[in-house]
Every structure is written in structure tokens, then in C-alpha cells.
């Protein structure tokens, strides 16, 4: 999966370290999302200027047998940037002139 907005004019990579105060799997129990039924296996992050702030929760249906071949579902979530930001110790971007 790779990141992608309208023009792509920076592109990069990114790096994060897990909270010591908060799992991914809390965060998303917390926010309503059943991880006995999904297995998370990322989060995407997108933001518009400091007017949008969205985090989709990345998930695969632990009811299919095929995973690796089954489709991402993804499931969008209304959290503050605080919140989302609990997830890291340290999460580094790096984006490049294309």
C-alpha cells in the first residue's frame, strides 16, 4: 500500500515506535471497532491544511481464511489529532521533492 494525494509532489517514507500508553488495538476498541471480528494491520492518516484531520484504521475480516488475498477493509474514524498522536513514542516522515 502506498501513500497518495492528488499531485504527489513530496513523496517518502515513514517510521513510528508503539506508545507505551496506548496499543493500536485500544485505539481502535476504544473508537468503536470490533478486533475480534478485524484484525488490524495498519492505519492510514490524511490531512487538508489544518481543516481535516482523518485517520481510516486499516483492517483484514478474521472470518476469511484466504487473508492474503482478501481485501483491506478500511473504516474511517473521527479522532483529534492528540488521539492519534498517543499511538507514538517517536514517528518520523520523511517526504522528498519528487
Do not use: H, Q, W
Not at 484531520?53 to 488475498?69: C, M, Q
Amino acid at each position: 500500500m502506498i501513500a497518495k494525494v492528488k499531485y504527489c509532489d513530496y513523496v517518502g517514507t515513514t517510521a513510528g515506535d508503539i506508545s507505551d500508553f496506548e496499543t493500536l488495538d485500544d485505539f481502535l476498541t476504544t473508537n468503536n471497532i470490533d478486533i475480534n471480528t478485524f484484525e488490524p494491520i495498519g492505519i492510514k492518516l490524511r490531512t487538508y491544511y489544518d481543516k481535516e484531520f482523518t485517520v481510516t484504521a486499516l483492517l483484514k475480516d478474521k472470518n476469511i481464511s484466504d487473508k492474503e488475498n482478501s481485501e483491506v477493509i478500511k473504516k474511517e474514524l473521527k479522532v483529534s489529532k492528540e488521539e492519534f498522536f498517543r499511538l507514538f513514542k517517536r514517528l518520523e516522515i520523511i517526504l522528498l521533492n519528487k
